[in-house]
């Protein structure tokens, strides 16, 4: 069967009675499950996987994709309403979303989260059609030293995230590499920084993490400012409609870092949550308003939203084409493959043509649902923010304790979810950006076994990062992106000294 053929037959699973209610199922549950702190994507799938048992594979699989997606699409909503990313994947997402929820435009921002997640959806589904076999060859050519080489260009990218000083940026990147590393050494055994408490064994979650910097701190801040009346301002929703202005502002990012983030989620475990930091960071970098960033720009809520739903759909490329998991959510997913006694890879577009084209073609009609059903649904996801004010910090102080609670059932982690709280908010306070910690804790277990696995291939030798084409070229562009705004700033200091000559003489 030829892609055309294969495609068609896809759509036909997909545009069925069956296949339309249990794609409708998947993305609202999903949706549902992203809006709560704490209940991810890898739990839904996990949960669902007993309860498909026995059911058709094809539209067990469909829902379960539509679960995964509309997961990252409702993620947005308590990033931008509470500051509280449900998800790692939504993190960048609060960057701007929560500003333009703090200036009474949480409407526009949810319509905005809602069209640039749709955009990145499309264009990706559209990609996985016509490119899926050939992307699926490319994604197999990266190892350790190529995702070394990629992370460390995601992470050159730290002093765009900061507002201010770049040092206070820095130096909150370097702690989030050191909380990185408490917890057993993968590779040898040895327990790091746990100062022989049982249960820093594991490390910690980034979930006690993410709601202790953004949520935990913010609720500190409400209630610290409780007599300030600006406050009282940003309850208000605000139009949810879009001018031309805005459209032209979201058209460029969107499309962009559909590509971008669909391209990063072909790669095995990259996954969405580097798509939307290197989304966001390059939309920034490229951005002619870049000092917006931050405070509420409109392409800086686009970029990430539409990178990390383009992610999704990328990570099952190597999924579905080679049967290698390309995020967590997709590990657990080729997990619920195998119990229904599936194997996904080369074979799989041949010999199950109707579950590798059905999945795909369900994407597309899933996206259509999610906008569908979200966009009549935001002026009422929105009153959120008209509960009283006492009411939804204890509602956030309850829904951050109950999904760090539900994660581990460890009494300690609530006691550490405090303690990243205090963190946040001295950060707040001295002008420490949360963003760089965030970022730098992310990627800083994945860049150390890259690292490590790059080293033992070349038995100690650093030449293994120039003597690879890829790794070559990621190198260069990540010296290229530091150099650049060092070579900006003298620029602007050369204009600004010539312009003050000018102005004296």
Known sequence: MGSIEGILSGFQVAFSLEGILFVLIGVFVGTFIGMMPGLGPISAIAIMIPITYG???TM???MMAGVYYGAVFG????SILLNAPGISGTVATSFDGYPMAQKGQAGKALAIAAISSF??????VIL????APVLAAVAISFGPPEYFALMLLGLSAVSSLSDGSHVKALIAATVGFIIATVGI?????TPRFTFGNASLLEGIDFLIIALGLFAIAEVASLILRRHDRTIQDQQNIGSLKLSKEDYKDIRGPAGRQSILGFIIGVLPGAGAT???????ITEKRIAKDKDEFGKGSVKGLAA??????AATSGSFVPLLSLGIPGSGTTAVMLGAFLVMGLQPGPQMMTDRPEIFWGIIASMYIGNIFLLILNLPLIPYIAKVLKTPRPMLISLVIVFSLIGVYSVSFNTFHLYLLLAFGVIGYLMRLFSFPAPPFILAFILGGMMEQSLRQSLTISNGSLMIFLERPITLSLVVLTVFSLYIPVFQNKKKKQLVGEHGEEINS
């Open 55 to 57: 059911m058709n594979p």
């Open 60 to 62: 067990a699989l469909v």
């Open 75 to 78: 993620g947005s909503t308590s």
């Open 119 to 124: 955009v990145g959806g499309t264009i990706s």
């Open 128 to 131: 996985l059609m016509l490119f």
């Open 185 to 189: 050494d993968a590779q040898s055994g």
């Open 274 to 280: 580097i798509a939307s930091f290197i989304g966001y």
């Open 304 to 309: 990430p939203e539409a990178a990390n739903n």
